[in-house]
């Protein structure tokens, strides 16, 4: 597998190739020119696919992280559930 950098500055590259394809395309609409598009959106989709694996696998071995917010809402959440457990335990 290719280093994280790497595929990424393939990937832009790509996306540059493919966007001067695409203007060829759009000017002269050659068999050709057609062909070099359509080739370097394959380029782009095979080097977003590596890249989606690479970003899945840290993903998966990373550990799941929340947000301050969602922590700071969680607790807030629980601290209610709490207090209206005490209630109920209280006038019991």
């Known amino acids: 597998m290719k280093d994280t950098q790497d595929i990424h500055e393939a990937l832009m590259a790509a996306v ?9 395309w759009e000017m002269h609409r050659t068999h050709a020119a057609g062909m070099r598009a359509r080739y370097q959106l394959l380029e782009m989709r095979k080097l977003a696919h590596e890249r989606r694996k690479q970003i899945q696998a840290i993903r998966e071995e990373k550990p799941k992280l ?10 807030k959440e629980q601290l209610a ?12």
Do not use: M, W
């Open 16 to 24: 540059r190739a493919y966007f001067n394809a695409h203007q060829d």
């Open 66 to 75: 929340k947000s301050p917010k969602y922590k700071e809402a969680k607790l």
């Open 81 to 92: 559930q709490k207090r209206k457990a005490d209630q109920g335990n209280n006038t019991n």
